[in-house]
C-alpha cells in the first residue's frame, strides 16, 4: 500500500484540477499508478480508490508515486506533467512546466504555493535562476490557451463574506507597492507585496462572495500578482518572476479581464527580451495582441506596438520596428486617460518615447551606413530626450534607464563624451535604487564602452560602473 510522509490540511486543488482536466477517475488513477509501478519492478504499490481521495484531500504520497502519478496523468494527456504542476513536490521545483488548468481552483493553489515558498536571494540574467526561466514551445504551447479560456463558474465558500471594500483596498494597496517599485526598484519591497498577495489568495480560498464580486476580485489579484512579478523581475528573480507573471494571466483569465492580461503578457515579454530571448518576447506581445484585440484600450494598443517596433529592431526587422512604431503613435493620440484602467498609468508619453528611442537606437547600432545610422541615433537622442523631459519625478527608475538608453545611443556613434555625462547621471540615480534590472543594462553599457577604453573618459565609464554593479 502506498503509504504518506505528511498530511496537509488543505485539498490539494492542483491535483484535483489535472485529474478533472484529463478525465480520470480515482479508480482509474489507483489502476494507472499500480501498473505503471509492477512495469518498473516497484513491489507493494498497490493503491486503492480511497487513497486516491486521500491525495486529492491533501495527504502527500511517499515517492516514488508522486513522479507514478505525474506520469498516469501526462500519459493521459499527451504530453509531459510534473509532480510540482500536480502539487506534489515537497519543494519550490526548478522543472516544473509553466502551464496550469484554467481553472480557479488551481490558480489560487499555484498562487499559494509561490508566496509561501519564497525568499530573496540576488540574482542577475546570468545566473542559474535566468538559465531556469521556461522559453520557446515550452513557454508558449500553453499560454496559446489564454485567448481561448473563458472564466470558470465561481462557487461558494464557506469563510466570511467580502464586498468591493475589500477588493478596493486590495487595489489601493496595488497602487502603493507600484509607485514604490517606480521609486525604489523591486528589491526593497519585493517580500512585502508578495506577502501582501498570500493574504488576497487566502481571500479567493476562503472567503464567500457573488460572481461579480468574485470576478473584481480574482482581477484584482490579477494586478497585484503582476506587480510582486515585476518586482521580482527587477530583483533579478526571474524564475519566481516568471512564475507569477503565469498565475497572474489565469487570475486575470477568471476574472474576464483580456486587457489586464495583455498588459501581464506585456510584462513576460519585456522579461523575455532582457533574458535575450527577443523572438519569444515578440511572440507574446503577439499572442497580447490577438487575445485582447476586442478588448484593449488605445493605450494598451499603442504600448503593444511600442514594444512590437522595440523587438523588431532586435531582431533586425527595421521595415517592420518602423511601421509598428508609426501605429503605436497613431493609436497614442487616441488615448483618453480617464478611460484608462489603473495598470496602464505608466504608459504615458514619456514611456512610449522612450521605448521609441530604444527601437531607433537599436537600429542604428545594426546600421551599416555612418549617414543613414547617424540619422537614427538623432532620432534615438530625441525621442530619448523628450522621455526623460516628461518623466514624473517619482518615476527614478524610469529615469535612469533613460539616461542609460542616451548614454549608450552616444557610444553608437562614437560620442564618447555625452556617453560619460549620461553615464555619470545614471549612476547617481541607481545609488538610491535597488534594481538589478539598471545593473544589468549598466553592465551591457560596460561591455559597450570596450572599443573606446583607450579614451580616459571611456576608461572612467568602465570603472565606475564596474564598482557599482560590483558592490550591488
Keep these: 500500500m502506498a503509504g504518506t510522509s505528511r498530511t496537509v490540511k488543505q485539498p490539494n486543488e492542483l491535483l484535483n484540477a489535472w485529474l478533472t482536466r484529463a478525465?480520470?477517475?480515482?479508480?482509474?488513477?489507483?489502476?494507472?499508478?499500480?501498473?505503471?509501478?509492477?512495469?518498473?519492478?516497484?513491489?507493494g504499490i498497490k493503491p486503492s480508490e480511497g487513497r486516491v481521495r486521500?491525495?486529492?484531500?491533501?495527504?502527500?504520497?511517499?515517492?516514488?508515486?508522486?513522479?507514478?502519478?505525474?506520469?498516469?496523468?501526462?500519459?493521459?494527456?499527451?504530453?509531459?506533467?510534473?509532480?510540482?504542476?500536480?502539487?506534489?513536490?515537497?519543494?519550490?521545483?526548478?522543472?516544473?512546466t509553466p502551464d496550469l488548468p484554467w481553472q480557479p481552483a488551481a490558480t489560487i493553489a499555484a498562487i499559494t504555493q509561490l508566496t509561501r515558498s519564497e525568499m530573496m536571494v540576488p540574482h542577475t540574467r546570468d545566473s542559474?535562476?535566468?538559465?531556469?526561466?521556461?522559453?520557446?514551445?515550452?513557454?508558449?504551447?500553453?499560454?496559446?490557451?489564454?485567448?481561448?479560456?473563458?472564466?470558470?463558474?465561481?462557487?461558494?465558500?464557506?469563510?466570511?463574506?467580502?464586498?468591493?471594500?475589500?477588493?478596493?483596498?486590495?487595489?489601493?494597496?496595488?497602487?502603493?507597492?507600484?509607485?514604490?517599485?517606480?521609486?525604489?526598484?523591486?528589491?526593497?519591497?519585493?517580500?512585502a507585496v508578495i506577502a501582501?498577495?498570500?493574504?488576497?489568495?487566502?481571500?479567493?480560498?476562503?472567503?464567500?462572495?457573488?460572481?461579480?464580486?468574485?470576478?473584481?476580485?480574482?482581477?484584482?489579484?490579477?494586478?497585484?500578482?503582476?506587480?510582486?512579478?515585476?518586482?521580482?523581475?527587477?530583483?533579478?528573480?526571474?524564475?519566481?518572476?516568471?512564475?507569477?507573471?503565469?498565475?497572474?494571466l489565469h487570475a486575470a483569465s477568471e476574472a474576464g479581464d483580456r486587457a489586464l492580461g495583455a498588459h501581464i503578457l506585456q510584462c513576460m515579454a519585456r522579461q523575455m527580451s532582457h533574458l535575450g530571448h527577443y523572438a519569444d518576447a515578440l511572440e507574446l506581445i503577439s499572442l497580447a495582441q490577438y487575445g485582447a484585440r476586442r478588448h484593449a484600450t488605445w493605450a494598451t494598443r499603442s504600448m503593444l506596438a511600442s514594444l512590437e517596433s522595440r523587438f523588431h529592431a532586435i531582431l533586425g526587422q527595421v521595415g517592420e520596428s518602423e511601421q509598428a512604431a508609426g501605429q503605436a503613435t497613431e493609436l497614442f493620440a487616441k488615448i483618453d486617460p480617464a478611460e484608462e484602467p489603473p495598470?496602464?498609468?505608466?504608459?504615458?508619453?514619456?514611456?512610449m518615447s522612450a521605448t521609441l528611442g530604444i527601437a531607433h537606437q537599436i537600429a542604428a547600432k545594426h546600421d551599416p551606413k555612418t549617414s543613414s545610422r547617424n540619422r537614427r541615433a538623432e532620432k534615438s537622442l530625441a525621442f530619448l530626450g523628450r522621455a526623460?523631459?516628461?518623466?514624473?519625478?517619482?518615476?527614478?527608475?524610469?529615469?535612469?534607464?533613460?539616461?542609460?538608453?542616451?548614454?549608450?545611443?552616444?557610444?553608437?556613434?562614437?560620442?564618447?563624451?555625452?556617453?560619460?555625462?549620461?553615464?555619470?547621471?545614471?549612476?547617481d540615480l541607481f545609488d538610491t535604487i535597488g534594481s538589478k534590472r539598471v545593473g544589468d543594462r549598466l553592465a551591457e553599457l560596460h561591455d559597450e564602452a570596450e572599443p573606446y577604453a583607450s579614451a580616459p573618459e571611456a576608461a572612467e565609464l568602465r570603472d565606475r560602473i564596474h564598482h557599482a554593479v560590483a558592490t550591488t
Excluded at 482581477?219 to 527587477?234: E, I, P, T, Y
Excluded at 495598470?343 to 514611456?351: G, R, T, V, Y
Design 23 to 43: 478525465s480520470i477517475s480515482n479508480c482509474q488513477l489507483a489502476r494507472e499508478v499500480e501498473r505503471k509501478a509492477i512495469a518498473a519492478g516497484l513491489r
Design 54 to 96: 486521500a491525495w486529492r484531500g491533501g495527504e502527500m504520497p511517499r515517492p516514488p508515486v508522486p513522479q507514478l502519478i505525474a506520469d498516469c496523468v501526462g500519459e493521459r494527456l499527451g504530453h509531459p506533467v510534473t509532480r510540482a504542476d500536480l502539487g506534489l513536490a515537497s519543494r519550490e521545483p526548478v522543472d516544473a
Design 128 to 191: 542559474a535562476d535566468a538559465l531556469a526561466v521556461h522559453t520557446g514551445a515550452e513557454l508558449l504551447l500553453p499560454l496559446q490557451r489564454w485567448p481561448l479560456a473563458t472564466p470558470s463558474a465561481l462557487t461558494a465558500r464557506g469563510g466570511g463574506r467580502i464586498g468591493r471594500s475589500d477588493v478596493d483596498a486590495i487595489r489601493a494597496v496595488t497602487t502603493l507597492f507600484r509607485e514604490a517599485d517606480n521609486r525604489h526598484g523591486g528589491v526593497v519591497s519585493r517580500k
Design 196 to 248: 501582501q498577495l498570500a493574504d488576497a489568495a487566502e481571500l479567493l480560498n476562503t472567503a464567500s462572495y457573488d460572481e461579480a464580486t468574485g470576478r473584481t476580485l480574482f482581477a484584482a489579484v490579477a494586478d497585484l500578482g503582476s506587480v510582486a512579478g515585476w518586482m521580482s523581475f527587477d530583483a533579478g528573480r526571474h524564475k519566481a518572476a516568471q512564475g507569477l507573471f503565469i498565475t497572474a
Design 343 to 351: 495598470h496602464l498609468a505608466f504608459f504615458d508619453e514619456a514611456e
Design 388 to 427: 526623460l523631459a516628461l518623466r514624473p519625478h517619482h518615476r527614478v527608475r524610469s529615469k535612469a534607464f533613460d539616461h542609460l538608453g542616451l548614454a549608450r545611443t552616444h557610444l553608437v556613434i562614437g560620442e564618447v563624451t555625452g556617453a560619460h555625462q549620461e553615464t555619470q547621471t545614471a549612476l
